[in-house]
């Protein structure tokens, strides 16, 4: 980690650090309750992926029409709808103000998917013979999707920037360095989120995140109506492509058989009464006890307006 930044915006950071701008700042992660810490707004954070989002987008061949699309576009609006319910009942609500979703399929070879803070997702058509059914892309989506909700990003670039300056915690105020510096500053700040020098290639997750996205999306595709088992033979499928360069997708992933066991063992048997649940009703499940406490918060009124489904 000590290569993330370069000379120039680090030292921006030690006059942060030095003007008194830094400020501990904790949070939970939805459902499984781990504790983390954050660095940085995650509105200005989500501002910057905009930026770099777009700019990917303007240099890739994005599928426009057809019959993949149709079906990312349609997994990614039943997901979606699926995250809202789940937030809601657990309380966790808040979390939408800096989502919208924004889902792409791009042409390209590559077994790849990616997601940024703020929900902006990108699928290669590489991927989609891995996952061959409509849950089988559920599952990929809803480990992207997961990935966002959790602000893994924010995470991992907390803990890059605390490494180069050695804090423990803290929240730059970002907008009194950007009207001096701006380029120079979105510069850092997109480094230590994990996106590289060239646009759109991902720094890999840590393998506790890949791990928990793995429990959250299991149960956000479950809620959305998906098999949450079918889970398991696309990991298999994946995990026999072999001696084949391992793409980034899996770059820092938990071992396949060590995964697959987990999700078997772990992570199936709690989404599964998800998934139970999504057969039996239509809005919120009411039957279980880890939505009778949250009753209240429920809303029944879930509309994709608060969602940018590449719907214009």
Known sequence: MRALLPSQPRRFLVLLLATGLLIASCARVPITGRKQVKL???????????AAYNDFLSQSNVVESG???????????????AVNDILRVEGDQDILADIAWDVHLVQDDQVNAWAMPGG??????????VTKTEAGLAAVMGHEMAHAIARHGNERMSQGLAAELGLAAGSIALD?????????TRDMIMMAAGVGAHVGV?????RKHE?????????????????????????ERMAALGTAPV??????????DTRIKRIRNEYLPVAMTYYQDAQQRSGPPKNTERYKKHEKAADKSTTLQQYQINNP
């Open 120 to 129: 902006k997702i990108t699928i290669y058509t590489g991927i989609l013979p």
């Open 247 to 256: 793409p980034e997708f899996l770059s820092t992933h938990p071992n396949h």
């Open 176 to 184: 009194q360095v950007m009207a001096d510096q701006p380029q120079q």
């Open 211 to 235: 791990s928990e996205a793995d429990e959250l999306g299991l149960i956000f595709m479950a809620h959305a109506g998906y098999d949450p088992a079918e889970a398991i033979p696309f990991w």
């Open 40 to 50: 940085l707004p995650e509105s200005q954070l989500v501002q910057m992926s905009l």
């Open 67 to 81: 019959s993949e699309k149709a079906m990312v576009e349609r997994v990614a609006r039943n997901l979606a709808l």
């Open 202 to 206: 991902m720094l890999p997750f840590s």
